[in-house]
């Protein structure tokens, strides 16, 4: 198979490097081109536009298949926990029992958080948005671990950071909720395991322990899983070129946190199930809501639907739908909102125009009732994504520092005013 690409300009013929991965993969490595030629490219949304070989994450949207390090999410989903596949996105392999023992202890002796995070919180109003409480928090670790500002640390003193901020989230994710709710903070308990802890963090009271249902734990956890890294999605890009100026983890992973804020990306969540909740009181007219998903001159989209990578069923959406019957079925849970979601994808897998643009159930379709179901607040469940998808972002940081990966700064096209000579004011 050729190993070059060839394109011709006004004549010029330029040969270009043509690279493939272990997946066979193909993609023109352009970086020279624009010295050979003048000419760039040009992707918005770099919709067809690589930014890194990374090892990490594959996902072949056609299939609909997703594999961290090689092990798919199915496997991962069903016979793993979230902090071993935390470990095995960091570092790049399964940790033996020992490995992931020492991991965890390490992670458990890290989850307190340093007293004046109190008085940052403390300066929040109670309306504050969960996940811009929590951005804040993981930026305010700069101030209280300093060191983490030299780009020069040492692979150790990273891994430490790592550890630090894995331990952390969760108590920042359930103060951000415990300050919301006007609620007394609930200090990390080490006698309890990750999802335990947060979810005592969360619901527990100062008197009385948060006794977590197994099948909430569990379902947590692989909810954790299943979010836990997307190969170089819009946050995780955002965390790849914030750290790519060797800025900290903490401003990196900050700056991740709200790039998947918005609703177009990890603010899905949350928006599907405002959405499902206007369609059942609007009397759960779901084919006046597909009507409008498809009206171009309507603003509305169906969220939790379509994809930039999956032309296929997310394997995700597949696993929490499932997850979705189990856990409301163990916890005796009736969910209106289920049967119109249920709804609304039977409709829409059957309705060309969702048919044609291959838009299917993504990640974010089902996630939202088991958080609902789980009692965790709408506004909390981009905070749950966030908590998942931390150990991706750590792995796809630590690969890009480790790769020595050159500052991220994209060309453009220029297409405003040409060179025009200053106007007095007085003549304008
Ligand atoms: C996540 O990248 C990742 O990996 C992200 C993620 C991760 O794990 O990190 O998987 C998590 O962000 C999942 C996506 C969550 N977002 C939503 O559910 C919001 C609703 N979805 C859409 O906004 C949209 O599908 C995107 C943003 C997800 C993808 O948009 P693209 O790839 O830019 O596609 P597009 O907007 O160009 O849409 C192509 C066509 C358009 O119609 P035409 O102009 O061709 O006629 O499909 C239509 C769109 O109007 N379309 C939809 C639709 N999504 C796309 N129409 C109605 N409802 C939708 N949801």
Redesign the pocket.
């Known amino acids: 198979m050729s190993k070059t690409a060839n394109i011709s300009i006004n004549g010029q013929s330029y040969d270009l490097p043509l690279v493939e991965g272990s997946e066979q993969e193909q993609a023109i490595d352009i970086s020279k081109f624009r010295g050979q030629s003048g000419v760039i490219t040009i992707d918005p949304?770099f919709?067809n536009t690589g930014s890194t070989q990374s090892a990490i994450t594959f996902?072949d949207g056609e299939k609909g298949i997703l594999r961290y390090r090689g092990y798919p999410i199915e496997q991962l989903a069903e016979k793993s926990s979230f902090l071993e596949v935390s470990y095995l996105l960091i570092y790049g392999e399964l940790p033996s029992s020992s490995e992931l023992e020492s991991f965890a202890s390490e992670i458990t002796t890290h989850t307190m958080v340093n007293e004046d995070i109190r008085k940052i919180l403390d300066g929040f109003p109670s309306s504050a948005h969960p996940m811009g409480v929590l951005s804040s928090l993981v930026t305010a670790q700069t101030a209280f671990y300093p060191a983490s500002l030299d780009p020069n640390r040492s692979p150790d003193e990273i891994n430490i950071g790592i550890i630090r901020l894995l331990a952390k989230m969760p108590t920042f994710a359930a103060w951000a909720f415990k300050k919301q709710k006007g609620h007394p903070l609930i200090y990390p308990n080490n006698q309890l395991d990750y999802c335990s802890n947060f979810l005592n963090m969360m619901f527990g009271l100062p008197a009385t322990q948060y006794e977590a249902d197994p099948a909430v734990t569990s379902a947590l956890d692989q909810l954790l899983i299943l979010?836990a890294?997307?190969?170089?999605?819009?946050?995780?890009s955002t965390v790849r070129i914030v750290g790519s100026s060797q800025a900290s983890l903490y401003a990196s992973i900050s700056a991740g946190i709200n790039a998947?804020w918005?609703?177009?990306?990890?603010?899905?969540?949350q928006?599907?199930i405002e959405m499902l909740e206007n369609i059942k009181a609007d009397g759960g007219d779901t084919k006046k809501w597909m009507a409008k998903?498809?009206d171009?001159d309507d603003p509305?989209?169906?969220?939790?639907?379509?994809?930039?990578?999956?032309k296929n069923f997310?394997p995700?959406a597949r696993i929490i739908k499932k997850a979705a019957d189990d856990v409301l079925e163990k916890l005796g849970v009736v969910d209106p909102i289920l049967d119109i979601a249920k709804g609304l994808e039977e409709e829409?897998l059957s309705d060309q125009?969702?048919v044609?643009?291959?838009?299917y159930p993504?990640?974010?379709?089902y996630s939202g009732i088991i958080y609902r179901a789980l009692g965790i607040p709408t506004d909390m469940f981009t905070v749950m994504?966030a908590l998942g998808?931390l150990p991706?972002w750590i792995a796809q940081w630590k690969e890009m520092r480790e790769n020595g990966e050159p500052i991220g700064r994209p060309r453009q096209v220029y297409v405003g005013e040409t060179d025009r000579n200053y106007i007095d004011i007085s003549s304008r």
Request: aromatic share 14%.
């Open positions: 949304g919709k996902l979010h890294d997307h190969e170089q999605n819009c946050s995780t998947l918005g609703p177009l990306h990890g603010g899905a969540n928006a599907v998903a498809k171009k509305f989209r169906l969220m939790g639907f379509g994809h930039r990578v999956y997310d995700r829409a125009y969702f044609d643009r291959k838009l993504n990640v974010d379709f994504f998808r991706g």
